[in-house]
Structures are given as C-alpha cells and as structure tokens.
C-alpha cells in the first residue's frame, strides 16, 4: 500500500505542462506514483470530438516512458462511456492507503458540479493546481476549504493550441515531449 496522486484528463495531447506540474505535486505531496489515467469521454467535454482513446493513450505512454515516479492507466477507457471520477477513485481506493485527486484550478470552480462530490473527498484529497492570475474575482464553493492548493509552477501550455499549432504546421518543439511529438506526425493526428 502506499500513496498516488490520481491526474485525470483528455490528454488531447498531452504535453510539457502536465509533466512538469505532476512532478512537482509528486514532491510536494510526498507520494509514491503518480498515475495519469485519460478519459475515455469527459463529463464536461461530451460534445468535443475528441481524438481517439488509444491514440490519447499512446501519447501518455510514450511521454511518461522511463519516468519511475509516473504511470498510466487505462481503467477509464476499458470502462467505455462517460468517465466519472467517483467510479475511478472506487475502483482505486483499496490499492493506495492515501489518494491525492490532481485536479485543475478551474476545476474547483465547478467541483460542486461533478458526480458525487462529497463521496470523491471522501476518498481523496483535492489537490488544486496553481493558475494565471484572474482578471476578475472568483466566486469560492464549500469544496476550496477542503482543498490543497499546490504551489506549483504556471505554465501556458494547452492543448488545444498544440493541436491548432499542428493544424496550421507550426512546430510545437518544447511543448510536448519529443517522443509525442514523432507520434503526432507518424500518425497524422490534428490535421482534419
């Protein structure tokens, strides 16, 4: 038994700022592993076409390749349909005697929208990623008094830029591994 930090997403690609991100809440919670796990289709992305889970999960694989304190699975796309957190995080409890939920900073906006929430932290502890400043002023939800903030590093990688960058042949050297990149170019992905 021991401790990981669950970082759940589409991974559509995934790129440079995951990586750095998750390594440093590896650190800064102490844990064991770090396991990223794609959705097979995200709740709040259900009408984004997005590309398919084993090309997703291809991608992860390549980009976490030799890195002990990382790994991936692939229990959200065995599972099919919509993937909820809650169901992973049950599948996952007996493994680990601590799971830390990695989650986004908009995320916790709309955690109190998410399938049984009180039930994910119960089984988990949230732990929110640093973001750009806002502009404006955020309104807190119950769940912020619940959640660790991390101080970790802001870094302006999407992936939706990357697949526009990929579209429009323009390099993407830098934001994602070069491993997922070589992927991306070999398997033609984002071009339409």
Do not use: C
């Given at each position: ?8 997403g ?5 790129h ?6 998750a390594?440093?809440?590896?650190q ?8 990223f ?17 084993v090309h997703?999960?291809n991608?992860l694989?390549a980009?976490i ?13 065995n ?16 493994r ?11 995320n ?6 998410w399938?049984e929430?009180d039930?994910i ?13 806002l502009?404006?002023k ?20 999407s ?25 991306i170019y ?7």
């Open positions: 038994m021991s401790s990981a930090g669950i970082f759940g589409t991974f559509d690609p995934v440079n700022g995951h990586l750095i991100t390594e440093k809440v590896f800064l919670r102490n844990l064991d592993k770090i396991i796990i794609p959705a097979f289709i995200s709740p709040f992305k259900k009408e984004i076409d997005s590309t398919s889970a997703r999960l991608m694989k980009a390749e030799g890195v002990s304190i990382f790994e991936w699975s692939d229990i959200e796309i599972s099919g349909g919509i993937s909820y957190t809650i169901n992973t995080l049950r599948k996952l409890k007996d680990f005697q601590r799971l830390d939920l990695i989650i986004g900073y908009d916790i906006l709309d955690f109190p929208d399938k929430p039930e932290i119960k089984i988990a502890t949230l732990v929110v990623l640093k973001r750009l400043e502009k404006t955020v309104k807190h939800n119950r769940f912020f008094e619940q959640a660790v903030f991390a101080e970790t590093p802001v870094i302006d990688i992936s939706t830029a990357i697949r526009e960058r990929v579209k429009n042949n323009l390099p993407i050297d830098n934001l994602v591994p070069e491993r997922v990149k070589k992927y070999k398997n033609n992905l984002y071009k339409d």
